[in-house]
């Protein structure tokens, strides 16, 4: 079943998405050559204490820190290491769920470290693009395939590959509820949204195929064929008009 959050529900999500976007704002001062993914996930602790933040991946199902760093070719769910250390040119998705008085933002971001690559950039923008389609499929009356479909559009048109094996979901009081989100398909299928909903649209791309596996350590994902990939992921709320986005920064007037 989809739960339907109410106002005071949505204002919890809300601030702990404002404060999650805080966190990513400084990601990139410390994303950077020679650290550690298992640094980057010491300090994403720090700064969640600060803001009273509790962490909704550590302990879950047995997993033991407060984010999921995922280099290159590893897709999601990277589990954060000593050994694990950031280079000049890699590709980092940063990925954390965390709750503000038992209610849940998650939220993604893929950086480029040290100088751009034209290829790699292009894909986050793309996957970016594809998640906003996504989003703005989001409205009440619309049927919830239809984010999928226009996720998968936006990225396919570009030449890039859907992961299949993972999924947005459903967010409120627990980091993964009803339903799960695929980032393909057909539209005009599954439940029809309706105000209040909450999901965490989160499409993962490739720069080849977009078969994967899990790794020895039960969690970090990685593609098949060795490519590239990147992941972004944002926590929004469906209204009677406009979708609202929880995780991240409003503009100005």
Not at 118 to 130: E, F, G, N, S
Not at 146 to 154: G, L, R, T, V
Request: proline residues 3%.
């Amino acid at each position: 079943m989809i739960t339907l959050k109410n106002k005071a529900s949505i204002s919890k999500m809300e601030e702990a998405g404002r404060l999650l976007v805080e966190i990513f704002d400084n990601l990139a001062s410390i994303v950077i050559p020679g650290v550690s993914t298992l640094e980057i996930d010491s300090w994403v602790a720090v700064e969640l204490k600060k803001r009273e933040l509790t962490s909704k991946t550590k302990g879950y199902v047995g997993y033991r820190h407060v984010s999921c760093i995922s280099i290159n070719d590893e897709v999601v769910h990277g589990v954060p290491a000593a050994h694990k250390i950031i280079k000049t040119g890699d590709l980092v998705k940063v990925d954390i769920c965390a709750s503000f008085k038992g209610y849940c933002a998650d939220m993604a971001r893929s950086l480029i470290v040290g100088h751009s690559d034209p290829a790699l950039q292009k894909m986050i923008d793309v996957v970016q693009q594809a998640l906003d389609k996504g989003i703005d499929k989001a409205r009440a009356g619309n049927r919830l395939s239809d984010i999928s479909a226009a996720i998968q559009q936006e990225i396919e048109r570009h030449g890039f590959g859907v992961v299949r094996d993972f999924a947005g979901h459903g967010i409120g009081k627990s980091m993964h509820e009803e339903p799960e989100v695929l980032n393909f398909g057909d539209p005009g299928k599954g439940p029809i949204l309706r105000a209040g909903m909450a999901f965490a649209l989160e499409p993962m791309v490739t720069m080849g195929s977009y078969e994967v596996y899990i790794t020895q350590d039960g969690w970090t994902v990685k593609t098949v064929d060795k490519s590239w990939a990147a992941h972004v992921e944002d926590t929004i709320v469906v209204t009677e008009g406009e979708p609202k986005i929880l995780t991240r920064k409003i503009s100005a007037g």
